[in-house]
């Protein structure tokens, strides 16, 4: 079965760090892209990264550029979210999920097909 | 960045009504425009891919057409399972965004 499952979540006060982890199973991980994508309380989905399959490619949202590090250990099957000078704005449900890319010559098209549950994230002092 | 906003924000309908849910893109988007489903306290689903093109498993009441800024999602004949939020987002720029949601509510 593929899955994914969330950790590390947890309050931190502001200002503070936390490093979430995505473990991923049932599936060749080393073979797809990766995402995280984020909730606010009764708010909207926001994605907030996005990495290649061997690293070598990273893009954020612009909230989170210079804060946030999405890193993955492929001979682990997981993959990360470093969170650094953390604000109450960051505070939500933290979602990784799976990037299937379909490449053409004239396009290439990227979607998110599995998610995991979450993992909730509150910054309060 | 790309803009992306849903329209109506929410709605009210029956079971067995069509229903339409809007997405406008701020710039050109081609067909790069995926469509998800979330029901509360659960994770996103994939619903439609490729502004058209339905994922496995999703019935075939959903559907998907648009292309340039201009999208929209179709439920042909709204099931009582079918009461959620809709998101689109876009794909086309290497930063991602969603609309702001449309939540689908029982009249």
């Known amino acids: 079965e593929v899955q994914l499952v969330e950790s590390g979540g947890g309050l931190v006060q502001p200002g503070g760090s936390l490093r979430l982890s995505c473990a991923a199973s049932?599936?060749?991980?080393?073979?797809?892209?990766m995402s995280w994508v984020r909730q606010a309380p009764g708010k909207g989905l926001e994605w907030v990264a996005n990495?290649?399959?061997?690293?070598?490619?990273?893009y954020y949202v612009d909230s989170v550029k210079g804060r946030f590090t999405i890193s993955r250990d492929n001979a682990k099957n997981s993959l990360y979210l470093q969170m650094n000078s953390l604000g109450a704005e960051d505070t939500a449900v933290y979602y990784c999920?799976?990037?299937?890319?379909?490449?053409?010559?004239?396009?290439?098209?990227?979607?998110?097909?599995?998610w995991g549950k979450g993992t909730t994230v509150t910054v309060s002092s | 960045d790309i803009q992306m906003t849903q329209s109506p924000s929410s709605l009210s309908a029956s079971v067995g009504d069509r229903v339409t849910i809007t997405c406008r893109a701020s710039?050109?988007?081609?067909?790069?425009l995926n469509w998800y489903q979330q029901k509360p306290g659960k994770a996103p689903k994939l619903l439609i891919y490729?502004?058209?093109s339905l994922q496995s498993g999703v019935p075939s009441r959903f559907s998907g057409s648009g292309s340039g800024t201009d999208f929209t999602l179709t439920i042909s004949s709204l099931q009582p399972e079918d009461f959620a939020a809709y998101y689109c987002?876009?794909?086309?720029?290497?930063?991602?965004?969603f609309g702001q949601g449309t939540q689908v509510q029982i009249k």
């Open positions: 990495i290649k399959q061997d690293g070598s490619e990273k």
């Open positions: 999920a799976r990037v299937v890319v379909v490449i053409a010559p004239y396009y290439h098209y990227y979607y998110m097909d599995v």
């Open positions: 710039q050109s988007i081609g067909t790069y």
């Open positions: 987002q876009q794909s086309y720029s290497t930063l991602w965004t």
């Open positions: 049932g599936f060749t991980f080393s073979s797809y892209w």
């Open positions: 490729a502004a058209s």
